[in-house]
């Protein structure tokens, strides 16, 4: 138990308060409406192409062709870095935006139990899992738009005996 003298010291760095103007207001408005149109084109995309030849392999393709492309730049811009190579890496990381729960979660499981495997193994693991979830979602959520009719016409009505 704490004593009521002893004192835990936390100081961290003071970087500057964040001003809240309106171009900041605006800025992050901006932000929410990009990322509804991003859902929203995800959303479109899958549904397209559900109904496509070769949809299966299309399933799976995606969240690998994602991964594929963002790992190896996020180690390009540790080695060679340059403005082109940053924002085609912002872009990229923006674009797994699905990705990031599952990979932020299994991260902090990786640290908190100490697994023992790497935590890059771990992470694009989950970020695939969590694409093929994101694309699974939405295909059910495709099959579940089908209307539900309540069948209530006079001659399907029961007799009482």
């Not at 004593?3 to 970087?15: F, K, N, R, T």
């Not at 929410?32 to 929203?40: D, I």
Request: charged share 15%; with cysteine; proline share 5%.
């Amino acid at each position: 138990m704490m004593m009521q003298d002893e004192a835990i010291g936390w100081d961290p760095a003071y970087e500057g308060s964040m001003e809240l103007t309106w171009l900041t207001l605006v800025e992050l408005c901006l932000i929410a409406v990009l990322l509804v149109v991003y859902c929203k084109a995800l959303h479109w995309l899958v549904v397209r192409r559900i109904h496509l030849g070769g949809w299966r392999a299309t399933r799976h393709a995606l969240p690998t062709a994602m991964l594929l492309l963002t790992v190896p730049l996020l180690f390009l811009n540790e080695s060679v870095g340059g403005p082109v190579i940053e924002r085609l890496t912002g872009l990229l990381v923006c674009l797994n935006l699905p990705a990031y729960p599952g990979v932020l979660a299994i991260a902090a499981i990786s640290e908190t139990l100490n697994t023992g495997w790497p935590i890059v193994v771990s992470c694009v693991a989950a970020g695939w899992l969590t694409w093929f979830g994101t694309i699974r979602i939405i295909e059910c959520r495709h099959e579940d738009n089908t209307p539900l009719t309540l069948n209530l016409s006079a001659s399907s009505s029961r007799s009482d005996n």
